[in-house]
């Protein structure tokens, strides 16, 4: 075994204390050189406020993106400096340096800056890309219990936590899309019922209602209070969504950056999976679904059958469901994260749909499974559509 040796030094052998120590300093030499190196480099960015004109300025700029690469590239780490890598990037109008920026900073602790940044970059949509396994900023901790109750009547949302499915999964399609929910929310343990939305909104729409003795409630008991509503029309389900975002904002109950809304389609679908792919989906409906084999046309009370597991009932069946997105016809392929579809496409005939996610007691089988999709116009008002609240991120509109 040969030990170490100072060179120029060769018959003296060198201590480890010493070597430990030389090596020591020359890894604090390094920290402190790019610790320099970074504070020059964040300084010539900076002067490029003080230079006369724009085209100075994006000289400045340019040069600054130009000698800081080297370093920047090699340590990740290095937020500030990738921070104003970005913000020069989006003034000198370069995508590729831009969603070169958001990859890292998208990977790092989040600070107030990044995200500053960040947002800046979600709205060129030159984030898009890039936002595949990343660490973004998380939601507000799940409360105690994961569930929410609101009002009365008993509506109650339970927690959805951050995570990975195959969205559109099928026996005929079984890879489907990879989907990345980024931040947990809270979903309607049921749909939302006639009782809840009279509670709210106000007249009771529904078609499945009448007043009768019943033996499970009291005589004088509306048949029909703890059904789902349906006959409400998509703009009518975002409306009881906005008055109860303004209501619980003004409470001082609303998670900052989140809103009551319908879920996306996305969403509803990983809900509707809790965390499995099913399979030979038909064999098992009697348990868990109202549908056209013992539906016997009409509604049902909400969570008659057995709920997923995690703990929502009537994801398939009883009545369909709203979800807040435009209609796309192709899901696509490629990995994704918080996918939804927040403009209409003009180029598609029903670009101007919105999605309806379950089937309900009108369908067969096959069309109450989590991928099977299909929409209709925002001002419809169906006997077998209805919906369920979601408290999710603020949904925000997207470029491709």
Same mark, same amino acid.
């Given at each position: ?18 070597l430990?120590?030389?090596l ?24 490029a406020?003080?230079?006369i004109?724009t085209e100075?300025?994006q000289k ?11 370093l920047?590239?090699a340590?990740?780490g ?10 020069a ?33 979600d ?17 507000p901790?799940?409360?105690k ?10 509506l109650k ?7 990975t ?5 099928s026996?005929?399609?079984?890879k ?9 929310f809270? @979903? &309607?343990e049921? /749909? #939302? =019922?006639q ?10 729409p ?20 703890d059904?789902?509503?349906e ?8 409306a ?9 904002r ?6 900052e950056g ?6 996306t389609?996305?969403?509803w679908?990983y ?5 499995s792919t099913?399979q030979?989906?038909k064999?098992?409906m ?16 909400v969570?008659g059958?057995?709920?997923n597991a995690?703990?929502f009932s ?5 009545v ?10 192709? @899901? &696509?392929t490629? /990995? #994704? =994260?918080?996918?939804a ?7 598609d005939?029903k670009?101007g749909?919105?999605?309806?996610r ?7 089988a096959?069309?109450?499974?989590p991928?099977?999709r ?13 919906f369920r609240?979601?408290l ?9």
């Amino acid at each position: 075994m040969h030990l170490p040796t100072l060179k120029g030094c060769p018959a003296r052998v060198v201590p480890l204390t010493v070597l430990v120590a030389v090596l020591g300093l020359t890894q604090v030499w390094g920290a402190a050189n790019d610790g320099a190196r970074t504070d020059e480099l964040l300084a010539l960015a900076k002067s490029a406020d003080t230079a006369i004109g724009t085209e100075n300025r994006q000289k400045v700029l340019g040069t600054f993106l130009e000698q800081s690469a080297t370093l920047a590239r090699a340590n990740p780490g290095l937020v500030d400096l990738w921070c104003a890598r970005a913000s020069a990037a989006l003034e000198l109008q370069s995508a590729p340096l831009a969603r070169e920026a958001a990859q890292v900073l998208l990977k790092q602790p989040v600070t107030p800056e990044s995200r500053r940044i960040l947002d800046q970059l979600d709205q060129r949509g030159w984030t898009r890309l890039v936002r595949i396994r990343t660490q973004l900023p998380p939601g507000p901790a799940a409360p105690k219990g994961k569930t929410i109750k609101i009002g009365d009547n008993g509506l109650k949302l339970r927690w959805v936590a951050p995570g990975t499915f195959n969205m559109g999964a099928s026996d005929e399609n079984p890879k489907g899309r990879v989907v990345h929910i980024s931040r947990g929310f809270w @979903l &309607g343990e049921t /749909e #939302v =019922t006639q009782a809840q939305w009279t509670e709210l909104m106000g007249l009771n729409p529904s078609n499945f209602q009448q007043a009768a003795r019943s033996a499970a409630r009291s005589a004088m008991t509306i048949i029909g209070d703890d059904r789902p509503v349906e006959q409400v029309s998509w703009g009518e389900a975002m409306a009881l969504c906005q008055q109860l975002t303004v209501a619980e904002r003004q409470a001082g109950r609303l998670p900052e950056g989140y809103e009551y809304r319908l879920p996306t389609e996305a969403e509803w679908e990983y809900a509707a999976r809790a965390g499995s792919t099913p399979q030979n989906y038909k064999e098992k409906m009697d348990r868990i679904a109202w549908y056209d084999n013992n539906g016997d046309d009409i509604t049902h009370d909400v969570a008659g059958k057995k709920a997923n597991a995690w703990g929502f009932s009537d994801m398939a069946g009883n009545v369909a469901e709203w979800c807040y997105d435009y209609y796309q016809e192709n @899901l &696509g392929t490629d /990995e #994704v =994260t918080d996918w939804a579809v927040l403009d209409p496409n003009p180029d598609d005939r029903k670009g101007g749909n919105r999605m309806i996610r379950g089937g309900s007691w009108i369908n067969v089988a096959q069309r109450c499974e989590p991928s099977y999709r299909v929409a209709d116009e925002p001002n419809n008002v169906l006997s077998y559509v209805g919906f369920r609240v979601a408290l999710a991120p603020v949904a925000k509109k997207q470029t491709d």
